[in-house]
């Protein structure tokens, strides 16, 4: 199992914070962003990532995080000169998965949970992962699942404006090694990017082949994409035992 961490993009809902410095490189309490998702792929034991960064950003990344030798992993990187959607990763990082299986992160995306027994269970096909939200305002703003009685995905919308379901796929997926061919297959949507969560995109594709397994967790998650949930990831991660790498 190999990782990536999507860590490039423009982040202009943070702007002017993001004018000249990347999003997942800033403070998040006492720690850059993208510490988190690597804490998190790292308890899943997975040690051999992939970040993916902005042309205008590289030498930041390499400075701070360099080989990974730090953090007991290592890092390899490549350059995503124009966001095209998150699918587009997957193509990026074609020759260094290598026909692995992959988990992948959003580099905003950080988690209080523990993921190593879901990952390492991974059987193939493509795996996403569910919290269940109480306000249906920011379900609104998500991709949307609806499960059965047995947890199993009946279906995918990304901001529905009426939901089916209050779960939402946070920015955390695991797929198999076909993901390569899938994104590479894809159309964009109409808002022109290569999708994950739309229509067409990767999920739906995995799950038109009845392949699709969801994950439900209950625990901390924030997108740390706006002023106010990055506000609230640092006030929430201030009361927690940092974890120092």
């Not at 390899?76 to 000169?81: A, D, G």
């Not at 587009?88 to 990082?93: K, M, V």
């Not at 392949?211 to 706006?226: I, N």
Request: charge should be negative.
């Amino acid at each position: 199992m190999k990782g990536i961490i999507l860590a490039g993009g423009r982040a202009t809902r943070l702007r002017p914070l993001t004018w000249v410095i990347s999003k997942q490189l800033l403070p998040v309490y006492d720690k850059p962003m993208i510490y988190y998702p690597i804490e998190t792929l790292i308890k899943a034991g997975i040690k051999d990532i992939l970040i993916i960064i902005s042309p205008e950003n590289s030498g930041l990344f390499l400075n701070l995080l360099g080989t990974g030798e730090q953090f007991g992993c290592h890092f390899s990187y490549v350059i995503q000169k124009e966001p095209r959607g998150l699918a587009e990763a997957f193509i990026l990082a074609e020759d260094f998965l290598d026909k692995d299986d992959v988990t992948m992160i959003l580099g905003d995306n950080i988690f209080d949970h523990d993921f190593s027994k879901e990952i390492q269970s991974f059987k193939g096909g493509g795996q996403i992962y569910l919290k269940k939200l109480d306000n249906v305002e920011d379900v609104k703003r998500l991709g949307v699942v609806e499960l059965d009685e047995n947890n199993k995905v009946i279906s995918i919308e990304e901001k529905p404006e009426k939901p089916k379901s209050m779960y939402v796929s946070v920015g955390l997926y695991t797929y198999d090694h076909h993901v390569v061919e899938i994104a590479k297959n894809l159309k964009p949507s109409a808002r022109g990017e290569l999708e994950i969560s739309g229509n067409p995109s990767i999920n739906n594709t995995y799950l038109d082949n009845k392949d699709l397994k969801a994950c439900v967790f209950d625990a901390y998650w924030q997108d740390a994409g706006t002023f106010e949930s990055l506000l609230e990831a640092g006030n929430h991660m201030s009361g927690k035992a940092s974890i120092k790498l």
